[in-house]
């Protein structure tokens, strides 16, 4: 009887230190790198910073649904003021017809800078009112916002998607009279997938074989700004390439060909010439690791683009989901925006 008893109690020793190691291991996982002070930019005036974060990705996504609002993801409430134009077609994709929800100030007078939004879903999910938050606030703050759904899954594997969102900028200058769109300060916004699209369509500027034949080719389809919020940057990085979404998104691996993974990172497309760039990344994103932007704004600083970078400590991928953290986002892109397509009007 007391050899059972000693081995129920070694038993239970042993049981509690694998669940205490197990706690701790699924605290810690995911944790932060390095913090990078020399690459955070001051956040401008007025703008909120964000909440404080967590010591890892899983205790992050449980307290942001514990703890915090969420904002609608799809479907939000109207905003008051704001004037919504549901589905409009703004081309095609190999015959698939586009669509695009179009938001507006009501009480306009006069042309806008325009801003165009795309979302995220690893190129195989979503719908374009995804960031109607977003399209919403920054409609309220004087601009035309697009919100563009763009081909996904097979059909919208790379380069199409960019050929969606590269049409929906051309859409904008050419209904510019008819919508009241300053088709002079365009700027493009996404987050995750949605971001690596923003970022392609502001560093491949004049690239024919990414302006696909989706209309209004006569159109020029260069953009003023960019905000990535946690968009893939490099698609050649050892730790990164063979994950499951870029290797479905690109249509094979990188060993069978490296140069159309490295023509697809908007790291590797960089030139001096590119517009600004707000750089959003929470620094416990597992899915896109926070080193990607880190690498990314290493290059705008090198190039010396105007540029701003919020790498926000403890928090994971989709962390804007959690409305303090959507409320910091949203005002650095406004403020971001109006000094790159308002300022000097």
């Known amino acids: 009887m007391k050899i059972l008893l000693r081995i129920l109690k070694w038993t239970g020793i042993i049981l509690l230190l694998l669940l205490t190691a197990a706690v701790v291991f699924l605290c810690t996982y995911g944790s932060a790198p390095a913090k990078r002070p020399d690459l955070v930019t001051k956040l401008p005036a ?3 910073p964000p909440p404080e974060g967590y010591p890892g990705e899983i205790l992050a996504f449980a307290a942001g649904y514990l703890f915090y609002d969420l904002i609608p993801i799809e479907d939000g409430p109207p905003v008051p003021g704001v004037l919504m134009r549901e589905d409009l077609q703004f081309g095609t ?41 977003y399209a919403q606030y920054l409609a309220a703050r004087g601009y035309v916002v697009a919100a563009v759904q763009y081909r996904l899954r097979s059909a919208g594997q790379w380069p199409n998607s ?3 969102a590269k049409c929906a900028v051309r859409w904008m200058r050419a209904h510019q009279e008819e919508y009241g769109i300053d088709g002079e300060h365009l700027g493009v916004m996404g987050n995750s997938a949605g971001g690596y699209l923003a970022l392609m369509v502001g560093y491949t500027s004049g690239q024919d074989d990414f302006e696909g034949r989706g209309g209004w080719a006569e159109q020029d389809s260069a ?19 063979d994950h499951s979404a870029i290797i479905s998104y690109m249509g094979g691996k990188y060993e069978e060909m490296p140069e159309r993974f490295e023509k ?28 990607q932007s880190d690498r990314l704004v290493e290059r705008l600083a090198a190039l010396e683009i105007p540029h701003d970078y919020s790498r926000i400590d403890g928090w994971p991928h989709a962390m804007d989901v959690a409305l303090p953290v959507c409320a910091h986002v949203q005002a650095l892109a406004g ?10 009007k």
Request: hydrophobic fraction near 40%; charge should be negative; glycine fraction near 8%.
């Open 46 to 48: 007025g703008v909120p």
């Open 93 to 133: 994709g190999e015959d698939t017809p586009l669509f695009l929800d179009l938001y507006s100030p009501e009480d306009q007078e006069e042309a806008l800078p325009g801003i165009l939004l795309f979302f995220g879903g690893s190129w195989k999910h979503g719908r374009k009112d995804q960031l109607r938050v």
């Open 162 to 164: 960019i050929h969606d």
């Open 223 to 241: 953009v003023q700004a960019v905000v990535d919020i946690y968009g893939p940057v490099d698609f050649t990085e050892e730790i990164r390439r």
């Open 264 to 291: 697809a990172s908007p790291l590797w497309q960089l030139h001096k010439t590119a517009p600004p760039t707000c750089v959003i990344h929470g620094t416990v994103d597992q899915l896109v690791p926070v080193t």
């Open 335 to 344: 403020n971001f925006f109006d000094r790159h397509l308002k300022a000097g």
